[in-house]
T-cell receptor, first 112, second 114 residues
């Protein structure tokens, strides 16, 4: 089945230690999104790619970076995680022929 | 400002009872509307969407939603709730277009009593 895959599902990192979260998709969608979701809150968009064009949200901290080496893969890099960065990180994809976004299962990040 | 309001933070219904989750939006243009469901520790699953046309839309798992432009609402309904429907439900609105960045409501947590 075509899908959005996120690895790992659970990630524990230490305060200040860089961490990378991975998203891959078999849907061949050209738009990919990264969201941060804290407990009992709505997802918050961090940035998205339209093909190779990177679009950062104005309030996304500089500590968060992203890479998209090809259509299928997208990475979220947190350069120096703080305790406040503990959250669920959701990847989503969309075809530019429609408007619905398809989400992966998320990566739960814990910062110790 | 564009926004989505889900007035009910938490709802409890009995299994077999009907369900309506409210969603109101504030949007300057014609909105693209979505309902997503999230089970604990999982990603979001699309239940249904409204872009245009018939204002009553059918989705997966027996859910439906009605777009009412005059009320700026897009309420989600199900005639008979199952225990497996217990989850968090998010309403979202987007502008369409190249990026279609979604604005999410704060969610409604549904509990189902046996």
């Amino acid at each position: 089945d075509a899908m959005v895959i996120q690895n790992p599902r659970y990630q524990v990192t230490q305060f200040g230690k860089p961490v990378t979260l991975s998203c891959s998709q078999t849907l061949n969608h050209n738009v990919m999104y990264w969201y941060q979701q804290k407990s009992s809150q709505a997802p918050k968009l961090l940035f998205h790619y339209y093909d190779k064009d990177f679009n950062n949200e104005a309030d996304t901290p500089d500590n968060f970076q992203s890479r998209r080496p090809n259509t299928s893969f997208c990475f979220l890099d947190i350069r120096s995680p703080g305790l406040g960065d503990a959250a669920m990180y959701l990847c989503a994809t969309r075809s530019d022929r429609s408007y619905e976004q398809y989400f992966g299962p998320g990566t739960r990040l814990t910062v110790t | 400002a564009q926004s989505v309001t889900q007035p009910d933070i938490h709802i409890t219904v009995s299994e077999g009872a009907s369900l309506e989750l409210r969603c109101n939006y504030s949007y300057g243009a014609t909105p693209y509307l979505f309902w997503y469901v999230q089970s604990p520790g999982q990603g979001l699953q699309l239940l249904l969407k409204y872009f245009s046309g018939d204002t009553l839309v059918q989705g997966i798992k027996g859910f439906e939603a009605e777009f009412k432009r005059s009320h700026s609402s897009f309420n989600l309904r199900k005639p008979s709730v199952h225990w497996s429907d217990a989850a968090e439900y998010f309403c979202a609105v987007g502008p369409g277009g190249a990026t279609n960045k979604l604005i999410f409501g704060t969610g409604t947590l549904l509990a189902v009593q046996p």
